[in-house]
Nanobody, 130 residues
Framework: VQLQASGGGSVQAGDSLGLSCAVSGRTVANYAVAWFRQAPGKEREFVAA????????YYSDSVKGRFAISRDNAKDTVFLQMNSLKPEDTAVYYC????????????????????????WGQGTQVTVSS
């Protein structure tokens, strides 16, 4: 199983940016996929997740209303659309996959816990300047 994150870059505050996570070895429609981020000197933190099947989506409070996670089942790709970016969004963004096939609906804490995820991409840098 491999996850390839792409789309990062350097933007100004208020701009938008879209990230992609291409998954190979798994059909994304059947697995929960999440985005996490890690800023220098900080722990990796949850950003957004999408669970299999019903398209339930979860967001951290810091990005709710600005970021949107989505999935293209035909391309086995998960996206993170980031709008109204702020300097505090600067981080390396990672996508991750939970290897539980068609998992039943869990508490939101399950999807925001990095220990849930078995496979990780290599990360893509997002830098937002003021």
């Amino acid at each position: 199983v491999q996850l390839q994150a792409s789309g990062g870059g350097s933007v100004q505050a208020g701009d938008s940016l879209g990230l992609s996570c291409a998954v190979s070895g798994r059909t994304v429609a059947n697995y929960a996929v999440a985005w996490f981020r890690q800023a220098p000197g900080k722990e990796r933190e949850f950003v957004a997740a999408i669970r299999p099947g019903a398209n339930n989506k979860y967001y951290s409070d810091s990005v709710k209303g600005r970021f949107a996670i989505s999935r293209d089942n035909a391309k086995d790709t998960v996206f993170l659309q980031m709008n109204s970016l702020k300097p505090e969004d600067t981080a390396v963004y990672y996508c991750a996959l939970d290897n539980l096939f068609r998992s039943s609906l869990r508490d939101s804490h399950y999807y925001s816990d990095r220990r849930t995820y078995d496979f990780w991409g290599q990360g893509t840098q997002v830098t937002v300047s003021s």
